[in-house]
């Protein structure tokens, strides 16, 4: 398998390029319409075909680059079950593989950051958690239909139940940190060692975070696959 993790800057965002390198198929997981000709060259470069781009939501601090890698090689836009984007090729549930020649990555729903979420288990040994689990921290849960509790069941049930060696790759992170392993954060993640689910639940609801700064145009934009909303 190859595995590349790749990074905007402006929004502290990974894309995760994953392709098996037999069939030469890949995916991309979260891109970002800024950095589509990054994207698209490092595909040329390694002789791959991108057939998916699969989202782990609807972002609301970035532009998606689904819509844009679409038109430019006629890859599938995939989304998770019941996102607001009608215009995905594909929407995949929980417990469902897509699959990638050889690789397989297994949806795991983990709703709470919004209500359309999933983190994708690769190939059994990483976890890619997008906004729900970071490192050291979780996703926000104070807009987008978030739910506190629901994002606590959804960790701690769901991805704290995966082997300690499990590899952790989020949606974003703000301080270069690039990996870690369900492991350390069942040990040191601070937003959840020693606390309940109603700790949890008060611990959300007072972070009085601002709004990421694009959630204006990124949101509705999203729900498009990528294409600015008309006014």
């Known amino acids: 398998m190859l595995f590349r993790q790749l990074y ?3 929004t502290s965002t990974y ?23 990054r994207d698209l060259q490092l595909l040329q470069e390694l002789g791959l075909t991108l057939r998916y781009c699969l989202e ?12 844009e890698m679409r038109s430019r090689t006629n890859c599938q836009g995939v989304v998770p079950e019941n996102a607001k984007a009608a215009c995905a090729d594909r929407f995949i549930k929980d417990g469902e593989i897509l699959q990638v020649g ?6 795991i729903a983990t709703w709470g950051h919004t209500d359309s979420h999933n983190a994708y288990l690769v190939n059994g040994d990483r976890i890619l958690t997008g906004d729900s689990l970071l490192i050291r921290g979780c996703g926000r849960t104070d807009f987008q239909s978030g739910d506190p509790g629901l994002l606590y069941d959804c960790i701690t049930q769901k991805i ?5 060696e499990t590899l952790v790759y989020p949606g974003h992170d703000y301080k270069g ?6 492991g350390e954060e069942k ?14 639940i008060e611990q959300m609801n007072n972070l009085n975070l601002p709004d990421p700064k694009k959630i204006a145009e990124a949101v509705p934009a999203n729900e498009g696959c990528g294409k600015p909303a008309v006014a």
């Open 8 to 10: 905007d800057k402006e």
């Open 15 to 37: 894309t995760y390029l994953i392709a098996d390198e037999t069939t030469k198929e890949a995916v991309l997981v979260d891109p970002v319409i800024e950095q589509v000709d």
């Open 160 to 164: 704290f139940t995966l082997p300690d």
């Open 102 to 107: 050889d690789i397989e990555i297994k949806a």
């Open 187 to 200: 040990t040191h993640n601070p937003r959840f060692v020693g606390k309940d689910r109603d700790n949890f």
């Open 56 to 67: 782990t939501h609807i972002h609301a601090d970035h532009i998606t680059g689904t819509g």
């Open 177 to 182: 940190r690039t990996v870690s392993t369900i």
